[in-house]
Structure formats: structure tokens, C-alpha cells
């Protein structure tokens, strides 16, 4: 059993817990004679899979960055900036309610779709989806659990008590309330520029514990706002790029296996890599109890 690794329990069929193990843990022997019993598997690896906007971009969501459409409508440093959020209210309400309505006539790719049947095939706990996207594109390919980092384009937050709530695709008018405390101090749920995005701090802890049997992809993410290069460097861990071509922004070398073409094109092979290594690690697990 080789040192420092993740292994998630499944009993039954059911998942129970993942621990991260090293063979000094005073539980080993424990956990060896449980494995022994022919109803619990013990399985190793996870993927965690890190998406930016090419995931998004071939369902016709373009970068913030493009452009086209509602984006040259608006000017984004003034709409999606915290710094001027109050003085730009109205227009900021416009934006989002425009980005809402838009998402709403948009349906997730085929790369969407295949990293729900991954999810599907071995589990949410296995393979861990973080987005920096704000649109629902993943959910309604049937993928859960996604954290997203930079919010959530169907929700709206109160700054005034953290409430946070679900309003689909409608508008929200300028002046509504939090329907928790009834202050008009709300906002998109959605990250602004120079506002803290208080869900990093799980998307670290995730790659803090990666171990050298698992897997990480960044997947149509060039880097310049979540540094995923850097955040990996130096892990043991399997790491796979994919993005349309090779950009400044990214560190290239950091990664085992790199694919420049769209995210639909290469998410087939990627889940290939994951399987590989999945079910290589279930394998090796099995056979050293
Ligand atoms: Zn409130």
C-alpha cells in the first residue's frame, strides 16, 4: 500500500467517507481488516476537474472578454466592478438581468454532458467539478456538487445578512428585498471584480489535497484569474490541460498531458486519462488488501 494516499470507502454500493491515509495512521491494521469484508470496497484516486470559459464559450456563452451581444452593450469594468456597485446599481441589475435571460436559451455541450456521465460512472466524490463559470450549464447536464467559485448567475445575495436565494432566469427589479431580512442591500450572486470570492478558500483545500493518485484538469481555463498552473506546480498528481491554444498566461510544462483544440473535441480522450486512472487506482487498492 503505497504512502500518503486518498481513499474514498464505499459499503454496500454506498459512499461512507473518504480519508486521507498514510500507512502510520494508528487505524491501519483497522482498516485493513475491515477491507477483508467481501460487502466494502475501498477505492483510491479522485479527479478534480478546474473549468473556466472555453467550457462554456461553444454553448455560445462568450468570455467577458469578447466581443458581441450584451457585452458591448455594456461597459464590464463598470457593471461587474464592487468597487462602483452602488453607483452603478441600475445598470448592474440590467446586466444581470439580461445575462440571466440569456442563459436561459443556451444548453450545455457535449464536454458538459461527458463530465456528467463521468460523475455518473464514479461518483461526485471522485470526480469534483470547480467552475469559474456563473452559468447553470453543468447542473443541467445532471453534474452536482459543482462548487462555483465566482458565484452563481440564478442566485442573489444579501450583503446585508448572507442570505442567499434561487430566482432562476427572472429579472430582479432594482428595489427588491432580501426575503430574509427584508433589506434592499442585495446583489447577483455572482463575484464582482475587487470583490473577495469567498469560495477559493475550498477550491485550495481541494488542491491541498491532491496525493500522488489522483488527477487534476484545467479545462478551457487560460489561467490569468484562478493561477492553476501555479496552484499545482509541484504536485505529484496526474495533471491534464486542455484549452484552444497555448497562452502566456499558462504553464505550459507543469502539465502531463496538454490538448489545444476545443474543449468538445478533447473532453472524449481527457475521460479516457480520468478512467484510466480511476479504475488503475481501484485496481492497485484492491489488490494490495
Ligand atoms: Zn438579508
Known sequence: MPQNVSICIVFLGEFVKTINFIDQNPHF???????HNKNLLVIMGKTVIVSGAGLSAESGIPTFRDKGGLWEKY???????????????????????????????????????????????????????????????????????????????????????????????????????????????????????NEVAPRYRDMYALVDGLQ????LVALGTSGTVVPVAELVSGRQCTKILCNLEPCYTMQEDVFDHRFYKPVTGAIDDIAVHIEDILEHKAATAENSI
Open 212 to 215: 500522488p493518485d489522483d488527477c
Open 29 to 35: 491494521d483497522l482498516l485493513l481488516s475491515l477491507t
Open 75 to 193: 461597459d464590464i469594468d463598470e457593471v461587474a466592478n464592487f468597487c462602483t456597485f452602488y453607483q452603478n446599481k441600475p445598470a448592474v441589475f440590467r446586466f444581470f438581468n439580461e445575462f440571466r435571460r440569456l442563459i436561459k436559451t443556451i444548453e450545455p455541450n457535449h464536454a458538459h454532458k461527458r463530465l456528467a456521465l463521468l460523475q455518473e460512472e464514479y461518483g461526485p466524490e471522485r470526480v469534483l467539478l470547480v467552475t469559474q463559470n456563473v452559468d447553470d450549464l453543468l447542473e443541467r447536464a445532471g453534474c452536482s456538487n459543482v462548487l462555483h467559485v465566482h458565484g452563481f448567475l440564478t442566485e442573489m445575495q444579501c450583503l446585508a445578512c448572507g442570505h442567499v436565494w434561487d430566482i432562476g432566469y427572472e429579472p430582479c427589479a432594482l428595489y427588491s428585498t432580501c426575503p430574509g431580512c427584508e433589506a434592499d442591500d442585495i446583489k447577483p450572486n455572482v463575484v464582482l471584480f
